[in-house]
């Protein structure tokens, strides 16, 4: 199996910046995409941005320019480099992978339990 585990989130005033890790571990063999999701209350989980193994990214119109979505395939980790924070961007954010668990498997997506970011003054 696969584990994700969120860390990087907290409480930030409108303008800040926060930096999201997600780091993926157990028994790997290859991981092809890497995401963030998140979800404020009330609401459904949403998009947020997406890199592919070989590096390249996808934003949800509201997050672009402001947010950066990085990865470090060594270390089966993924970045979210939030800038420019505001209070709609107050969420519960998950990370997911596709994990493809041989040559001749699927990908399997794995979630982690996300971590809380909070803009308010």
């Known amino acids: 199996q696969v584990q994700l585990v969120e860390s990087g989130g907290g409480l930030v005033q409108p303008g800040g910046s926060l930096r999201l890790s997600c780091a993926a571990s157990?028994?790997?063999?290859?991981?092809?995409?890497m995401g963030w999701y998140r979800q404020a209350p009330g609401k459904q989980r949403e998009f947020v941005a997406l890199?592919?193994?070989?590096?390249?990214?996808t934003y949800e119109d509201s997050v672009k320019k402001r947010f950066t979505i990085s990865r470090d395939n060594a270390a089966n980790t993924v970045y979210l480099q939030m800038n420019s924070l505001k209070p709609e961007d107050t969420a519960l954010y998950y990370c997911n992978a596709d994990h493809i668990a041989s040559l001749h498997s699927d990908p399997r997506t794995f979630w982690g339990q996300g971590t809380q970011v909070t803009v308010s003054s």
């Open positions: 890199i592919t193994r070989g590096g390249t990214t």
């Open positions: 157990g028994r790997l063999f290859r991981i092809a995409n």
